[in-house]
């Protein structure tokens, strides 16, 4: 079983639509949760962390199930600039760092 | 602010050839790392410093070295080239010591091996 896993897609949905990736994650003692957005051949941005409590930013949320090891994105109202590759990052501890092979998103107009 | 610089952006490198690919960072960050990501694939950690001086091997390292003689520099270094090292490789930096802490990545430099 892969570290991180995530659906690759590709998600294509249009303009408006609401959109969820989840990701699944194997060490139970995994302590930090990110998303990330890579563009096409560009480097990873950071999206936004995951919090226990589920965090929101504008049209994203972001939640986090520690009993079921997942962790999940939503975006509301997607927009032609939210198509991009959509990262599931996890730090079971120390420096390491685990990012999944990451989630393809189009919007189309 | 530059943020995170990699040179150069892509390379065509001949098996058995030597090459460094170069990331600096102007934020004073404590924390550097070195990823390269095949296509389709998650990035994996080559190498990683805490600081100028220390250094230590991450999840793929065979067939990489680096340095850390300052804080804003951290080469990484291909002794000799494989195919199987053709990918894209990604330089990061982060502030260091916090759980939820952004890493910071350069554009990225392209290697092809042949």
């Known amino acids: 079983r892969k570290e991180v896993e995530q659906d690759p897609g590709p998600f294509n949905v249009p303009e408006g639509a609401t959109v969820a990736f989840n990701c699944t994650y194997s060490n139970s003692a995994s302590q930090s949760f990110f998303w990330y957005r890579q563009d096409c051949r560009k480097e990873p941005k950071l999206l936004m962390s995951v919090y226990s409590s589920g965090n929101e930013d504008g049209r994203f949320t972001a939640q986090l199930n520690r009993a079921s090891q997942y962790i999940s994105l939503l975006i509301r109202d997607s927009k032609l600039s939210d198509s991009a590759t959509y990262l599931c990052v996890v730090r079971p501890g120390g420096f390491k760092t685990i990012f999944g092979a990451g989630t393809r998103l189009f919007v189309k107009a | 602010n530059a943020g995170v610089t990699q040179t150069p952006k892509f390379r065509i490198l001949k098996i058995g050839q030597s090459m460094t690919l170069q990331c600096t960072q102007d934020m004073n960050h404590n924390y550097m790392y070195w990823y390269r990501q095949d296509p389709g694939m998650g990035l994996k950690l080559i190498y990683y410093?805490?600081?100028?001086?220390?250094?230590d091997k991450g999840e793929v390292p065979n067939g990489y070295n680096v340095s850390r003689s300052t804080t804003e520099d951290f080469p990484l270094r291909l002794e000799l080239a494989a195919p199987s090292q053709t990918s894209v490789y990604f330089c990061a930096s982060a502030t260091g010591g916090a759980r939820q802490e952004t890493q910071y990545f350069g554009p990225g430099t392209r290697l092809l091996v042949l």
């Open positions: 410093s805490v600081g100028a001086g220390i250094t």
